[in-house]
C-alpha cells in the first residue's frame, strides 16, 4: 500500500469512525458521551486522533439540527441512501463550521478521502450563492438561529470560501488537475506552484494598520539656574545639642532591668516547680504496670482454679529479704500501739496459763485440721463445677455443627434457584431492550416528518420574540434610569453622614493621686493614703508569719524526738513476729501438699473426666468432617461455572 493511500485511510477512517458515533446516539438510549466512548474504546489510535474524532462529534451533536436537514435534502434531491446521511452530517461540519480552523491541506485531504463523484455534488450542493445569500440554506439557519448570529457563524465563513471550494471542485472533475492536486498534498511534487495553498487557498486580505507620528509640541529649552554664592559669616554661632538628645531616658534604662531580673526570677520558679511537681503521685507508666500485674495475678488464680493439681503459694518476698519502708507520724504510733497491744495479750496469756487454763495451742490445731478437711471437700466441688461446665460446653459446639451443617445445605439451594431466576430475568431484560430499541426508531422517525410543521410555528414564535424583545429592551432602559437616579441620592445622603461622622470631639481625663474621689462614703481616701496603709499592713503580716514558722520548728524538733523511741520499739516487735512466722511456714507446707492430691481419688470427678474426653474427641471428629465436605461442596460449584 502506498503513502497516498495509507493517509487517505487514515482520514477516512477518521469520517467513518464520527458517522457511526452519530448513528448510535440516534439509535440508543445512551447519552452522547458514552456513545462515543463505546465505539472509540474499540479502536486502535493515537490520542491525538482520538481528541479530534471528540471535537468533530461534540461539533456535529452542536449543530445536529441544522446539518441533518440539510443532509437530509441533499440525500432526497440526490437519491443518496439514508444510511449515509450520518457521514454527510460530518462532512457539512467540516465544510461549514470547521472550514476556518482547519489548515487547507487538511481540509482537501478530508474531501479527497472519498471518491470524487460523491464529495462534489455536496460541496456544489451547500457553496451555491444563490442557497446561502436568498435560499433554503439561509431559511434553514435562521429558523434555527437569530439572523446575526447565523450570518456571522455561517453565512459570512462559506462566502469567504465559495471561489476556493469552487476552484478545489474543478480540479477533483478534472482527472489530470485531480492528480496533480494529489501529488501536491501527499509530497510528490513539491515543485508544483499551480495548486500551492498559498494561491489555490485565497483567503480574504485583512487590513492592517498604517502607523502615522504623533504631531507633538516642541518643548522649550530650559532655563539654566545660576547658584548665587552664599556668604558665610561668624555673627551668629548655633547652641551645640545636648546629649540627652540621643540617648535614652534612665527611667526606660531602669524598667528594661527590672524586667529581665523579674523574668529570671520566673524562670527560675517555673524549673524549681517541674522538678518537684507530683512527686507523691504516680506516673502514667507506673499506673500501667499496676494494672497489668493486677490482670496478670487475676488470670493466674483463673488458671489455679482450672488445674486438677493445685500449686502452692509462693512464699512472700518480704520474709527472705527485708525491704526498709518509710513510715510517717501516725503509721508510727499506729505499728508502736498494736505492738504494746500484742506483748500485754501475750504476758496475759501466759498467766492465765500458770494459774491452770487449757492450751489454746491444741484447740487451734483440732479447728485448722478440721478446716483443711473442708477445704479439700470444697476444691473437689469446684472441680467437679468446672468439669460440667466444660461438658456442657463441648455438648453446644456439638449442637452449633450440626445447626451449620443445616444452614449450609439450605443456602446452596437458595443459590441455585437464584442463579435460575437471574438467568430468567437477563432474558426478559433483553426483550424489554430490543422493543425499546424499536420504538426509539419509530420515535425518531416521526420527530422527523413533524420537523416541518415544527418549522412553520417556529417561525411565528421567531416573530412574536422580536416584539418581546423590544418591549423588554424598553422597559429596561427606564428601570435603568430610574436606578440611576436612585443610586445619585443614595451616594449624597452617604457624603453627608461621612462629613458629619469627620468631625473630631475632644476627650481626656487627668488623673491625680492624691485626690479623693468624692463619691460620699465612709473611710473614703485617696490612691496614694491607699497605697500607704496597704504596705503598713503587708509588714505586720509578715511579722506574723515569723513568729509562727518559730514555733512550728521547735513542735517538729520535739515531735522528731518522739518518733525515734517509737521507731526503736517497733523494730523490736518485727523481730519477734518474724519468729513467729517461720513456724507457721512449716504448717502452711503440710496444708498445700494436701490440697494438690484433692480431688485425684473422687470417682465422680474421675467419672466427669472421662465423659469430657470422649465429647471432646467427637466434636474433633465432625470438625474435621464437615471441613472436607464444604471443600468438596466448593470444588463441585467451581466447576460447574467453569462448565457453563
Known sequence: MSKQQKVRNEHLHILEITAEALQRNDVSLENSDECIDAVLEKEDM??????????????????KRVLKRIAMRFCAEHSVKRR???????????????????TPNTFEKFMLAL????????????FDKEAIEEGWIRDILFTSYDEDIAREQFIAPMLSHLESV???????????????????????NKDMTAFNSDTFWEKPKQQTTVLQPFNLTQPKPRKVVVKKEVVQTDLFKTNPIPDSTYRSPLEQEALERQKRVNKDKA???????????????????EMMNKHRKRAEQKSRQEQRQLKTAREARPVPASIHKHVPIKLNSAAILREEKLHRSKLEDEAARLARLEAGEFNEEELRELEEQVRLEEEDQRMADIERKVLEGQLSHEEAILAKQQAMEKRIDMALSLKQKQKTLLRRAKEVQQKKAEERRQRAEEIALGREQAGLAVERVQQEKIEQGMKVKE????LREMREEQEREDMERKLELIRE???LESVRAERGTIFDATEMQDHGMLHEMSYAELQQRLDMQRKVQEHEQQLKRDAIFEAKLAHDMMMKEKLAAIERGRAHLGQQRQAKSSMSSLASTRKSTAGKNDPKVSELRKKLAAKRAERLEKSSRAGSTLTSRQGSRGGGKNAQ
Open 497 to 499: 453622614i461621612q462629613a
Open 46 to 63: 493515537s490520542k491525538e486522533d482520538k481528541e479530534f474524532i471528540r471535537r468533530l462529534y461534540d461539533g456535529c451533536i452542536t449543530f
Open 84 to 102: 449515509e446521511s450520518s457521514l454527510y452530517m460530518v462532512l457539512l461540519y467540516l465544510a461549514m463550521c470547521e472550514i476556518d480552523d482547519l
Open 166 to 188: 469552487h476552484k478545489l471542485v474543478a480540479s477533483m472533475n478534472n482527472a489530470e488537475s485531480l492528480t496533480i492536486l494529489e501529488d501536491t498534498l501527499y509530497g510528490k
Open 471 to 474: 418591549e423588554e429592551k424598553r
Open 115 to 126: 471518491a470524487p463523484p460523491r464529495i462534489t455534488p455536496l460541496l456544489m450542493c451547500i
Open 267 to 285: 524562670e527560675k520558679k517555673v524549673r524549681d516547680l517541674e522538678k518537684t511537681a507530683f512527686s507523691c503521685a504516680p506516673s502514667g507508666a
